[in-house]
């Protein structure tokens, strides 16, 4: 293994371990980590969906947002929530160029994770 694939091996590594730890404080589905032009990252959900296209769909519903913040003067948005059947959705920017997604159910406990949400993101980004 070359000392590039593995720096690259340990950085993803770093940055599935801050998910896994946000992932169970917080009782979500799953996290998805990606950046803003929609090219997926990361992420710890599972099998079953198309993560690529997913991760570009919510690049584009983040650019969306920002364009209806601009239309009211808002210079930085918050969250974006969308709720989809037992599901929800929480798309928030982690740095200028990465974003996450959080898909998390009736149980989950979202104030446990969103009280330290910078911290997280710091983190990530360090890792990445």
Do not use: H, P, W
Not at 4 to 26: H, P, R, V, W
């Amino acid at each position: 293994m070359s000392k590039d694939t593995s720096s690259y091996s340990q950085k993803f590594e770093a940055i599935n371990l801050i998910l896994d730890e946000m992932k169970e404080i917080g009782k979500f589905k799953g996290i998805l980590f990606s950046k803003r032009n929609g090219v997926l990252i990361t992420e710890n959900i599972g099998k079953g969906v198309d993560y690529d296209e997913f991760a570009a769909m919510c690049a584009s519903v983040l650019e969306s947002a920002e364009g209806l913040g601009k239309t009211f003067g808002v210079k930085k948005i918050g969250k974006i929530i969308a709720e989809l059947g037992e599901q929800t959705l929480i798309i928030v920017e982690c740095g200028n160029k990465t974003l996450l997604t959080f898909i998390i159910e009736k149980e989950s406990k979202i104030d446990l994770v969103f009280e330290n949400l910078d911290k997280y993101n710091r983190k990530i980004i360090n890792a990445y």
